[in-house]
């Protein structure tokens, strides 16, 4: 017994060092990982500043905010990028268009309506979509949406914003709904409990109590379907041509910024030519709106949080 004993003191000691040292160790590799992301985004936005500034000191900036045509691998180059950001901007409108209600109506279907055995089918059948390649998608809105448009509207360009923004919007509802649904799913039973108890009918629960609770939550998840909508490359390469026109008319050919970026990175360009710096310069323009976006979000995120 007293054998026994004399075992047991040296295992329990080896399992407190062991314990001390991964105590000691893990804080410092969960600081590293954290410090790695940060570096990352910091490397990031220091390389966009310091090309895009390259090309700024040859084309003044107020020329290419302000200036509506964009020809900067013509012989007459003109660097106006509104254009790009007048075809990205249409693209994401169309797609939160599509995108928004469906997003949340499924989610709130998930949330307040489906049984548990369908929502347990339903969500992970919607998060498939998510999964598909961007590429798929471009060939889908070519060949399958884009002559249905044009069946109906026989004005509509081969390559146009519309069909573009149509599968975008597609894209993106998996992202809205999946993380709607989880926020609406944090709300506590209680408050729907006490609003069932007063009468309230399953449609005002859902509409009035659970909804505005995960307000917050419902708006990230809109924020970062939209930037990734901003950001898509694929679909609007493939869909929405490469013709940047000043039109806001969605049955026309546009180019978007992302577009622009695939198609001077194709190595046609000869590398630190004001061509070629005009990716670092339409890089930074959507950084800058991407970001733009996330910061109002947020702003409205938290004007509206509710804590319990």
Do not use: H
Not at 181 to 188: G, R, S
Request: contains cysteine; positive net charge; glycine residues 8%.
């Amino acid at each position: 017994m007293q054998s026994t004993q004399n075992m047991e003191k040296p295992l329990n000691l080896k399992m407190k060092k062991k314990l001390i040292s991964s105590d000691a160790i893990m804080p410092k590799l969960l600081f590293l990982f954290g410090m790695l992301s940060i570096l990352t985004t910091v490397g990031i936005v220091l390389i966009l500043l310091l090309e895009s500034g390259k090309f700024f000191a040859k084309v003044p900036i107020w020329e290419f905010f302000t200036g509506t045509k964009w020809t900067p691998l013509f012989n007459d180059p003109q660097f106006g990028v509104l254009p790009l950001i007048v075809g990205s901007l249409m693209v994401t409108l169309i797609a939160s268009i599509v995108a928004l209600p469906i997003g949340i109506g499924s989610a709130i279907y998930l949330s307040e309506y489906a049984p548990q055995k369908v929502r347990s089918f339903l969500k992970p059948v919607l998060e498939i979509l998510a999964g598909v390649p961007t590429i798929v998608y471009g060939f889908f809105a070519l060949t399958f949406v884009t002559p249905i448009i044009r069946y109906l509207l026989p004005q509509t360009d081969m390559f146009n914003a519309l069909s573009a923004g149509i599968v975008v919007g597609i894209m993106i509802v998996p992202m809205i709904s999946s993380l709607s649904e989880d926020a609406m799913a944090a709300v506590p039973q209680s408050l729907r409990n006490a609003a069932y108890a007063l009468g309230s009918t399953k449609l005002e629960v859902s509409t009035k109590i659970v909804v505005p609770a995960a307000f917050s939550g419902i708006v990230a998840s809109c924020v970062l379907g939209l930037s990734r909508a901003i950001g898509e490359t694929m679909i609007v390469t493939l869909a929405a041509g490469a013709l940047p026109n000043m039109s806001f008319n969605p049955l026309k050919s546009i180019e978007t910024l992302t577009a622009y970026i695939v198609s001077v990175s194709s190595g046609d360009t000869t590398y630190g030519s004001v061509e070629y710096l005009t990716i670092y310069a339409v890089g930074i323009t959507l950084f800058a709106l991407t970001l733009g976006m996330n910061i109002i979000a947020g702003y409205i995120a938290r004007k509206f949080r509710e804590e319990y």
